[in-house]
């Protein structure tokens, strides 16, 4: 069991590529609006000025690099310390702010993406990672809906969606498995926090889908 403390208002969105986040996100926060709730919506890696720039640097985004620093490889344990950098920087600038004045925040990525991306993806040693969340992040969502899809399913579907797709959407098949089946190790070995949705089935039906756990967890905190 972890000791890294949980937070009520706090709500993450995984998934592989593909998944349909987006139109998730969007019934998430119109479940919590319903209930009259103030909705932070924010992404990881980003969601400051600063932890943008960190996104661009670690995905090879070609608006931000030149030269050779665009030819030159990221090694994994660098793109891992880029994202918790990123994060320590979201969570202190936008995450605890938020959740100090009482809203929701609601987060397209957190933590659990590393363990799955640069854990079971990369191969880096998870208990590292443990250690990081523990320093520089220090906080978990108290909800964290899984998006589960087939990995050849979710690649058909973002196939031609980007002209230029970035260093996480350029690997094979077999690194998204992994990260699949780490994001569903992490499920099962926390099911208080994770509720996994079906991603298969039609955006209005995910949408449903998440509107119903979100309303089921605000049920069960009393709000």
Known sequence: MSTIPTHPR?????GGEGAGKSTA???????LQRHGHDV???REPGGTPLA???????????EALRGEVEAEPLAAET?????????????????LPALERGAFVVSDRFTDSSYAYQGDGRGLDP???????????????????LLDLDVREGRARTSGRDLW????????????????AGFRRRAEAEPERFRVIDASRSPAEVGAAVA???????AEQGR
């Open 165 to 180: 797709p970035d260093r996480i959407e350029s690997e094979q098949d077999e690194f998204f498995e992994r990260v699949r």
């Open 127 to 145: 208990d590292w990672i443990a250690e990081l969340e523990r320093r520089a992040v220090g906080l978990r969502p108290g909800l964290t809906l």
């Open 79 to 95: 793109e891992l310390l880029l994202v918790f950098a990123a994060r320590a920087q979201h969570v202190r600038q936008v995450v």
């Open 10 to 14: 706090f709500i993450s969105l995984e």
């Open 212 to 218: 119903a756990a979100v309303e089921a967890f605000l």
């Open 25 to 31: 996100l969007a019934s998430l926060r119109e479940a």
């Open 40 to 42: 932070v919506l924010t």
């Open 52 to 62: 943008e720039q960190i996104r661009a640097l670690m995905l090879d985004n070609r």
